[in-house]
């Protein structure tokens, strides 16, 4: 796998992409969690073992003052300021469309060019990003996933949300998660039941984090949509 970087926005992405791209190959967007960055989930890319595809890994849009240098958020945690939930979908749904419509990738000869499929996952707050700028993305998307994630406001999130009812959409969560309980998740798939999705909910005995267990249930789950 190739390793680069690309601005957007001001605002630094990791691309992470095969040397040759079949057509047709997702683009999966992996969103870190409170006070990290692109950097943080990078791992995760070759550990998920999937078929072709490019993986794009943005640093969150907000510094936070009194962390370390390179330590970003996605909103204000303490109290989730839905002004700052939505410039940070913005600027999301911004990568998205530049690398759904990626100007250096051709069609097959005799083929019509057509955006590039996206995936959305996350963790944390990523998981709350994935959720909230994957449900109101207007261009193609493939599917969502959100690991220990959880939806602040979901009659904001859902009252216009673009995603067809068909839309994938994977949910995993520890049961022993003392930083977002798994109440987040369970609640953001009665939500999402009530809009008309069909939401799968995993749960594993694991704290605030991501394990092979885990991280095997995204495996597979992402394998059956990009094949």
Known sequence: MILSETVIQGHRSLVL????????APVILVLHGLGTNGD???????????????????????SLPGYPQGS????????????????????????????ANDPNLRPEPGKTKEPTPLILMGFSQGGVMALEAGLNYKG?????????????????????????FETPILLVHGKQDPVVPVDGSRKAAEELEKAGYKPELREFNM???????SLGAVSAFLKKIIS
């Open 72 to 99: 970003f958020a996605w909103y204000d945690f303490q109290v989730h300021d839905r002004r700052e939930i939505e410039k940070s979908r913005e600027y999301l749904f911004k990568v998205m469309d530049r690398f």
């Open 207 to 213: 704290p605030h984090t991501i394990t092979e267990d």
């Open 140 to 164: 193609q998307l493939k599917a969502i996933v959100s690991m220990s994630g959880y939806m602040p406001d979901a009659w904001a999130t859902l009252t216009r949300a673009e995603a067809p």
């Open 40 to 62: 943080d989930l990078e791992p995760l890319c070759g550990e998920m073992d999937l078929p072709p595809c490019r993986f794009v890994l943005p640093d969150a849009p907000l």
């Open 17 to 24: 992409e095969p040397p040759i791209i079949p057509p047709g």
